[in-house]
């Protein structure tokens, strides 16, 4: 059953608001138990481990990890040019509004010879998960990747389920399907 809870013209503390909303209970050791098993199978096996998993949980091994650029320049192609003018319009105003915002590098000199610095250094590499499924949500990719090519990160890895409509795929079920810009 849905519950419904009207804060309207209610001012809450964040104590009051946490007592308010439903939070799911979560033992993080226990997720950690499950997840660091799967993590270290990667790790230690590598494709072959990422190929079992997509079979173990979504009932498909894929046949690439990557998706080849054939299927990409077929995706294009394929692509209706208004909704491709859209995403370009999306990608330009999230990458200027994004850029503008990295802060610039700060010096600070305390004392002669004593500069205390701050710098905004990128993170080496972001993995990025786009949900898939029955919908299909292009702006998840748009603000994720442009936000992170913004930030000067310089690979991004993006991962999301093989839906049921993707080529080559014949199960309603999905599997992994991941593209790395580098």
Not at 27 to 32: E, F, M, Q, T, Y
């Amino acid at each position: 059953m849905l519950t419904r809870i009207d804060l309207r013209e209610r001012e809450l503390t964040a104590r009051e608001l946490l007592a308010v909303v439903p939070r799911a209970d979560i033992n993080v050791g226990d997720a950690l138990a499950v997840v660091e098993p799967i993590i270290e199978d990667v790790r230690v096996r590598g494709e072959a481990a990422l190929r079992e998993l997509g079979e173990r949980f979504d009932g498909v091994a894929p046949a690439h990890l990557r998706v080849p650029e054939e299927e990409i320049a077929r995706a294009l192609e394929g692509l209706d040019p208004a909704v491709r003018d859209a995403l370009e319009e999306a990608i330009d105003r999230v990458g200027r509004f994004h850029r503008a915002t990295v802060p610039p590098p700060v010096d600070v000199e305390l004392a002669p010879g004593a500069i205390v610095s701050q710098r905004w250094v990128p993170v080496g590499r972001v993995g990025l998960y786009v949900p898939g499924g029955l919908a299909v949500y292009p702006s998840s990719v748009v603000m994720n990747v442009v936000t992170a090519q913004a930030a000067g990160v310089p690979s991004i890895a993006v991962t999301s389920p093989r839906s049921a409509h993707s080529a080559g795929c014949h199960t309603p079920r999905s599997s992994p399907r991941a593209h790395s810009w580098a």
